[in-house]
């Protein structure tokens, strides 16, 4: 369990290990997949958040007014903000930091009053966020624009902007004006949409950024890289760049591009030692087989928008789907490995339809694990509330160098200390969980994978929780098929997702003591 200052000392370690090298702590991976790409013409992305194995994560909805004109915003690390108007009501995961916990934020160990580590979310306006998928730099490129203890921290992001912003641009706008004038306190991938536009934008270091509007024809992945390729800045209805985005690589001396046709490769740039990784490997195999690669070109999955003749085109990648995509595929996209695992803390799927009201944006939540979990649909912009389970706050998880005889739940783990010498070494023990895990959605998820996957269960048992897990998946898709956008209320649509919330709760809490 991270607490106190420790995430941020992780994050920061990690933004500094992703500028000097292409190795990522932080497995989170995101995907996009244009309307014209669907089966059901909505645009669908989706991230999952990882870190740990045993982090508690809660799920709910901040209310309209959370925040008032004029409220400071004192960030977790130096990052301030002045709001401009009421907040709008939005869906939010964040991490635990309520009384349970003695009010300590678990990200930088304050007790100010705030909402720590918000990951993505959709808000009353139709505005969707996600924003805490991490990326870094080359070294030179850190040397010359280091990132910002005072700048915005990716957590932040959704916090501010889905408070303020009431349409997908503004909030592009909202964002890059505090890059201008703040900076960032690390590198991050960030989606932003509504029912009309998706944005997707990479800032890999302290000041720079590019921002594009994708298009309806394309699809590409994102674990924890820069994936933005030769970029058009002429393009100017799809592309915001920072105005120093050249003269930083010049100035770390890696800049590729064409200064005089106002171009810029931006991996090759700024993030030129990255490579591509088992994630992206495996994504592009899933993607389509046919055309994987086992060591792909950085062509064969970045975001350009010029052509073959130096022409500004559409956005696009190299990838080409073999098939028109579900929210099924996107479900069985984090059941890869290495994708879906044991830290994942939670992933969210967004899809989001061209009806300009308060059901065309869908979110689908899975807690821990994403390949042995299960996703729930909720429509954002009318759920008022969410199921109880999301939102209890715990006691941290407690790590034993022993099994724990007192503990109702305890799986086996590694966690890494410092020994005598002060090196940094592997201690293998127990992860014991709290003692009211079963009312907590998170804690019963994370008993359930890890518990699989320590390697105790039979076959037979396995199977059992794949089949119900599997059961529950089609049931909740079932389900979210038989309502009725056009005559869903918000008193209706929060009741569907609580009542599906409950019974997948219920259920993987008998898998878990049935193993545990």
Not at 109 to 124: C, K, L
Request: glycine share 6%.
């Amino acid at each position: 369990m991270l607490n106190s200052k420790m995430k941020k000392l992780v994050t920061s370690m990690i933004a500094l290990i992703l500028c000097l090298s292409s190795v990522s702590a932080m497995a989170c991976t995101a995907i996009y997949v244009g309307s014209d790409l669907t089966a059901d013409g909505t645009t669908m992305f989706a991230r999952s958040e990882d870190i740990s194995n045993s982090y508690n994560k809660l799920f709910y909805v901040s209310p309209a007014g959370k925040h008032t004109a004029g409220e400071e915003y004192a960030g977790c690390y130096g990052f301030t903000y002045t709001f401009k108007k009421d907040s709008y009501s939005y869906t939010a995961f964040s991490d635990d930091n309520g009384a349970a916990v003695n009010n300590e934020c678990p990200d930088c160990g304050g007790t100010h009053a705030h909402t720590p580590y918000q990951a993505g979310g959709t808000n009353e306006m139709g505005v969707t966020v996600s924003a805490t998928e991490t990326i870094g730099c080359t070294g030179a490129i850190y040397e010359a624009d280091p990132y910002l203890d005072t700048g915005i921290e990716e957590a932040e992001i959704p916090t501010v902007l889905l408070s303020e912003a009431s349409t997908a641009k503004e909030a592009v706008d909202l964002l890059l004006s505090i890059y201008d004038t703040a900076g960032c306190a690390g590198g991050s991938g960030i989606f932003i949409a509504d029912d009309k536009e998706t944005w997707y934008i990479e800032n890999a270091s302290g000041t720079q950024y590019v921002a594009l509007k994708l298009s309806s024809s394309m699809a590409f992945a994102q674990p924890n890289m820069s994936i933005i390729g030769l970029i058009d800045l002429d393009d100017t209805e799809n592309v915001i760049a920072s105005k120093d985005i050249f003269a930083v690589a010049e100035k770390a001396g890696s800049y590729v591009g064409d200064k005089e046709a106002n171009t810029i490769d931006y991996v090759a740039s700024y993030n030129a030692d990255q490579s591509a990784g088992s994630r992206m490997v495996n994504a592009l195999r899933f993607f389509n087989a046919e055309t994987a690669k086992d060591e792909p070109a950085v062509s064969d999955y970045t975001i350009s928008n010029v052509n073959a003749e130096s022409d500004v085109v559409p956005m696009h990648t190299s990838i080409v789907l073999d098939h028109a995509y579900t929210v099924d595929d996107f479900v069985k996209y984090y059941h890869i490995a290495g994708i879906g695992s044991t830290r994942n803390l939670e992933t969210h799927i967004f899809a989001i339809s061209a009806q300009d009201g308060p059901t065309d944006t869908v979110e689908w939540v899975a807690m821990d694990d994403a390949a042995l979990s299960v996703f729930v649909p909720y429509y954002p912009m009318l759920t008022t509330d969410t199921y109880e389970g999301y939102k209890l706050s715990t006691l941290p998880a407690e790590f034993a160098a022993g099994k724990p005889e007192t503990v109702d739940v305890a799986y086996p783990t590694t966690k890494y200390q410092k020994n005598e010498n002060g090196e940094r070494v592997p201690v293998e023990g127990y992860c014991a969980l709290p003692a009211d895990w079963a009312g907590s959605v998170y804690w019963t998820m994370d008993a359930l994978s890890n518990l699989y996957e320590a390697g105790s269960l039979t076959d037979e048992q396995k199977t059992a929780i794949t089949d119900k897990l599997a059961a529950l998946q089609t049931e909740c898709y079932e389900t979210f098929a038989q309502l009725n956008p056009e005559t869903l209320t918000a008193e209706t649509a929060t009741a569907a997702s609580m009542e599906l919330a409950s019974k997948v709760h219920a259920a993987c809490v008998e898998l878990v003591n049935a193993v545990k």
